[in-house]
């Protein structure tokens, strides 16, 4: 049983069916996402409207008498401002956040006209005695923040649950009918069709983004002439409908709100020159996996059409459904003119009935005695003005079954056209045809960061199946080994973790002692390379032991060479080592391998250290253990047999130092063996290069502690105490649900300390209370201490924390949440 765990864990274990984690399936196929900013719609629906530099009036909290005062918007983070009162200038120590929508916000002007006093805080007028000229001078500026975008209601959030709005007819534009909102994932809306209450949702609901052109607010078919009808494709579903759901609609209050929303940055229809009767190569809607021919059967005005694929069949049939027929302008997606595919060297899918081997566009139009839609009719747009590329992964729709987004790669890039494989499939499905701007696909992430459920690919389960039988035949192989009925020469005892000994520089004590007891037995290499990469995700540094391992020639074991893989700040490094095969070997194995990477010589091995240890390695400082266990020569590992480097991803050559990085998050302070997990102080937690070295010996100075960016906020002198632990009393009486709509507000966090005097442990046991407990491990790292948290904003953790946008937002939001606390509680 022992060495079936050591199999398991050595396979890929990133294949969960419980959870998805986009960015080893990224690494594991090596390629790419799509940039976020390629999707316009998801940028657009995180957009508030306000900008830095807009002036508002904000209530001063500070006063007894809660007066209102101007404030200067300076950044902006989702629904989270960061704001500066009128009078401090460029001094930004008494900036703060607060929530658009919680609080109390309104255009200038708004206090005098309810009547209500304006008065700054008590800094304020220490710094400006004539406080009263600044506030008429602020007043008179015309870059007031507009009302309606101080309400912290976005045009998604307001398309609630329960919300009516009105659909355009696919087929006819002077025709639509109304829906309620039901569900709104990230602006993707669930709609019920008005008179289908009761009816199953395969016929009576749909989804749509709420950036759709078909989407309108309820009203707009009575303002613009249209007929209120039920949709064509649906009218056996509406029967018997009473007359007054028809009523109802009509009588519906009108919101101007939404109204707003809806008109506001909608693209305007151009104007086409299309005639009945004219050919051209289309994607069906419904259909979207190839390109055919058809025809522009009707001409409704000077901005719709109606386009119908082509069937030599006789079957006219026109449903919604089977899309046969749909609405088009002059920029719709997937019409494109005669002769485009052949152009792009794609297949051209004849028409159902069409009588021969290979498809001739000439010969069809003459047999149909029709004319194909010339060139200028269509839009001429630039092929090189998106972020697509082939072998690109995204999120994407199945347009067969549209509640179920799914993993997609992009197959083959065409223009403005992409050509998506989705990922996860029951079933196989053609290639998926869509434009670049399709509402229907988003960036990665974009369900995890909207709680709703992404479909991926899973190993087959012949491979799981291949996996258990190798795990029992080495089982198998182990008992012969261990029990004495075969050779025991390759069979390695346990090997025990001593979390207790000294871990040396490189390892992070606390990450050791998370590892299992023990290990084995099992096959000497088997057991060892599992050894040896629980230690190296242990380290502070992963690509650093790595490549202390690495096969040095000096010291050979002639052993077994076997590769390891470590990560790094995304990046990935593979080096060989080298691993003892016969067991007698393996204690003396041990214990070099502890003195390559500087620890005590019993941190893991064949022995158990109960109590203390043989070496007394708990009373030694650090630089006495090093002097005594650590290496004596400085020369490093360079490259192996053969003349090539086998440590990749970013190895540099001697000689040429990388310019240190500047800290952006903290002021570095030089850690005591009191720290969180007892790290002698100048250990590599610090963002030292890879090249620098972590070798201090008696004589030698530590090396200089990076210059860090001043803090926005001067550290206040204290003195040292026992780091406090906040109370989190709102994550223990309601945990953090996995789905949340946009347009809740989110629950009050309520603190027992200051975020201020938080040490790196209280920022770190926070971090694990909420649902980005994973991400624990930077701030660790990092060392990120209360004041540093509340420097943090959604670009810096983004470019230094290397997240995605997704878990990027979802951490922010519990980072403003305690500014928001924070500013609440201790800043007033």
């Not at 039920?230 to 018997?240: A, D, V």
């Not at 200051?754 to 442990?761: K, Q, R």
């Amino acid at each position: 049983t022992e060495l079936v765990y050591v199999c398991v864990a050595d396979e890929d274990s990133s294949q969960h069916v419980s959870d998805f984690n986009w960015d080893e399936y990224l690494e594991e196929n090596g390629t790419l996402s799509v940039p976020h900013h390629a999707f316009k719609h998801v940028d657009q629906g995180l957009q508030t409207g306000l900008t830095p530099g807009m002036k508002l009036e904000v209530c001063v909290r500070s006063e007894p008498d809660q007066p209102y005062w101007v404030a200067t918007i300076i950044t902006t983070c989702g629904q989270l401002l960061l704001l500066r009162y009128e009078g401090y200038h460029d001094d930004r120590r008494a900036d703060f956040w607060c929530d658009i929508m919680t609080a109390d916000l309104h255009p200038l002007g708004w206090s005098r006209q309810q009547g209500k006093p304006m008065r700054p805080s008590e800094g304020v007028r220490e710094k400006q005695p004539d406080w009263e000229g600044i506030l008429e001078k602020a007043l008179a500026e015309k870059c007031s923040a507009p009302a309606n975008l101080l309400e912290g209601v976005r045009g998604l959030d307001l398309m609630s649950p329960g919300c009516s709005v009105e659909l355009q007819d696919s087929f006819d534009p002077g025709v639509a009918w109304g829906a309620e909102v039901e569900e709104n994932v990230g602006g993707r809306l669930r709609l019920r069709l008005a008179g289908t209450e009761g009816l199953p949702e395969t016929h009576s609901t749909l989804w749509l983004y709420y950036l759709h052109p078909r989407l309108h607010p309820h009203g707009w078919a009575k303002e613009h002439g249209c007929t209120l009808r039920p949709p064509l494709g649906k009218l056996i579903l509406f029967s018997k409908i009473p007359g007054e759901v028809r009523q109802r609609m009509i009588d519906q209050p009108h919101d101007e709100a939404l109204s707003e929303e809806f008109y506001k940055d909608r693209p305007v229809i151009a104007a086409h020159c299309f005639t009945e009767g004219m050919k051209l190569e289309a994607v069906d809607p419904a259909s979207p996996f190839c390109i055919s021919p058809a025809t522009v059967t009707k001409v409704f005005s000077d901005q719709y059409f109606l386009v119908k694929m082509d069937n030599l069949c006789g079957d006219d049939l026109v449903t919604e459904g089977r899309g046969k027929s749909f609405l088009c302008h002059r920029d719709s997606p997937g019409i494109f003119p005669a002769q485009w595919s052949l152009k792009n060297g794609l297949p051209l899918s004849p028409p159902p009935g069409y009588q021969g081997q290979d498809f001739d566009w000439a010969d069809y139009l003459k047999q149909s005695e029709a004319e194909a839609a010339p060139q200028h009719c269509f839009p001429t747009v630039s092929h090189s003005d998106h972020s697509f590329k082939e072998a690109m992964k995204l999120e994407a729709v199945n347009p067969l079954s549209p509640e179920h987004i799914h993993v997609a790669s992009v197959i083959k890039v065409k223009g403005q056209h992409i050509w998506l494989g989705l990922e996860g499939l029951k079933q196989a499905m053609p290639e998926l045809i869509a434009h670049v701007d399709s509402l229907d696909i988003f960036p990665v992430s974009w369900c995890e960061t909207n709680g709703y459920p992404l479909l991926y690919p899973i190993k087959p389960e012949v491979e799981k199946q291949r996996r258990i039988a190798v795990a029992q035949l080495l089982h198998c192989v182990c008992d012969v080994f261990c029990t004495g009925q075969g050779n025991g020469k390759y069979c390695c005892p346990k090997i025990y973790f001593n979390h207790r000994c000294f871990s040396g520089p490189y390892l992070n004590k606390g990450r050791i002692a998370e590892l299992p007891q023990c290990v084995g037995p099992g096959n000497c290499v088997l057991v060892l390379k599992e050894v040896l990469t629980l230690l190296i995700n242990s380290a502070y540094k992963p690509s650093r032991v790595l490549r202390e391992l690495q096969l040095d020639q000096e010291n050979r074991w002639h052993g077994h060479g076997e590769t390891l893989k470590a990560k790094y700040k995304g990046k990935s490094y593979r080096a060989t080592v080298d691993i003892v095969r016969t067991a007698d070997c393996v204690a003396e194995f041990c214990r070099k391998t502890c003195m390559k990477l500087e620890c005590c010589p019993n941190l893991f091995g064949p022995r158990m250290v109960l109590e203390r240890c043989s070496e007394n390695c708990s009373v030694l400082t650090k630089t006495k253990y090093t002097y005594y266990y650590g290496k004596k020569k400085s020369r490093r590992v360079g490259r192996p047999p053969g003349g090539h480097s086998n440590l990749e991803g970013g190895v540099k050559r001697r000689g040429r130092r990388r310019k240190r990085r500047k800290q952006l998050f903290v002021h570095k302070k030089r850690r005591s063996s009191a720290s969180l997990d007892n790290t002698p102080a100048g250990s590599p937690q610090e963002d030292l290069d890879d090249e620098d070295s972590l070798k201090y010996s008696i004589g030698k100075s530590q090396p200089p502690t990076p210059s860090p960016s001043p803090p926005a906020t001067p550290r206040p002198t204290r003195k040292r105490r026992k780091p406090h632990s906040p109370s989190y009393s709102d994550y223990e009486n309601h945990p953090p649900s996995p789905k949340r709509s946009r347009s809740e507000a989110p629950q009050k966090l309520c603190l027992d300390t200051s975020p201020l005097e938080w040490s790196v442990t209280d920022v770190v046991r926070f971090i694990r209370t909420t649902d980005c407990a994973p991400l624990a491990r930077i701030f660790l790292d990092q060392e990120i201490d209360g004041q540093a948290l509340l420097l943090l904003n959604l670009p810096t953790v983004q470019e230094c924390m290397d997240l995605k946008l997704g878990p990027a937002i979802k951490l922010c939001h519990h980072i403003e949440r305690v500014k928001l606390a924070f500013y609440q509680q201790f800043a007033t």
